[in-house]
């Protein structure tokens, strides 16, 4: 459900794109610092966006280094590595370990399994560490798990249940901001649920695979699904970016941008573009 929250490369300046790459990198350190090589297969895009909306926000103050990594092992890369570093990598370590033991629940699968016993000890001290972010996570996914499990067609409910989960995320401590940043990531949770399952909905179609926008595309029918999911997707991203604007986030606020304005609709483009192609090659 995760690789949504990204840049848009080609309107980034290349400072701009070599600083990103550098909060990328070093959560990717982080991750293997604390966690191990396994750690690195958890992260994401999305995170890293974390680490960076927080580091704007409160404007900790950053290592910046230099490291070899297993894609570049012989020269070193600048890395940026903060407090929100650790915190991004705990939460994306939590996240992969509640999406394994619902894999494993749901269909027994090995993966599932594989990974409950290799994040379970790591995940069960962050989960002490955080209760608060642990038990909204382990609850909404339960909630999401409900919502499969009763067949729940309202996409607005079963988006909502992950914006609640994404919330809590975002929300790093309790203060002056935390109204905003709750706003901010329930509607981009929001939003992350509803293109996600979008993007799934042809291969869940044949499988037969939950999926509330079913509903969406039976009632409206195919030309006019398209326009609401878009015109839904729109509605989300116009909520958060209207949160995020009320928070003083001046560090790097080209790259939070580029990324809430434009990076957030680069797989959606592409995945249309795809779509139309294949659409046209059939149609020849």
């Known amino acids: 459900m995760f690789g949504y929250v990204m840049i848009d490369k080609p309107e980034l300046k290349v400072r701009e794109f070599y600083r990103y790459k550098a909060y990328y990198c070093g959560l990717c350190r982080t991750l293997k610092e604390v966690y191990g090589f396994r750690g690195r297969m958890t992260l994401t895009y999305d995170m890293t966006f974390l680490v960076l909306f927080l580091t704007s926000l409160y404007e900790k103050d950053t290592k910046e280094l230099q490291s070899h990594c297993p894609l570049h092992p012989v020269k070193k890369i600048p890395m940026l590595q903060n407090e929100f570093s650790e915190y991004g990598a705990k939460m994306n370590i939590l996240l992969a370990y509640f999406n394994f033991q619902d894999d494993w629940k749901d269909d027994k699968s090995f993966s599932g399994l594989t990974g409950m016993r290799l994040f379970r000890s790591k995940a069960e001290q962050i989960c002490r560490e955080y209760p608060r972010q642990a038990k909204a996570v382990q609850k909404q996914l339960k909630l999401l798990a409900a919502c499969e499990e009763k067949g729940q067609e309202d996409i607005d409910l079963a988006a909502g249940i992950f914006g609640k989960l994404m919330e809590e995320l975002f929300v790093y401590r309790s203060d002056v901001w935390e109204e905003n940043l709750r706003r901010f990531g329930f509607y981009l949770g929001k ?68 990324i809430l304005y434009r990076g957030v609709w680069a797989k959606y483009e592409k995945i249309q573009k795809e779509r139309q192609e294949i659409k046209e090659d059939h149609g020849k």
């Open 191 to 258: 939003f992350i649920y509803i293109i996600d399952a979008w993007e799934d909905l042809p291969k869940d179609m044949k499988t037969g695979s939950y999926n509330p926008l079913k509903a969406v595309k039976v009632r409206c029918g195919k030309e006019e699904y398209e326009k609401e999911v878009k015109q839904i997707l729109l509605m989300m991203m116009a909520e958060a970016t209207a949160a995020f604007e009320k928070l003083p986030c001046l560090l790097d606020a080209e790259i939070l941008r580029n």
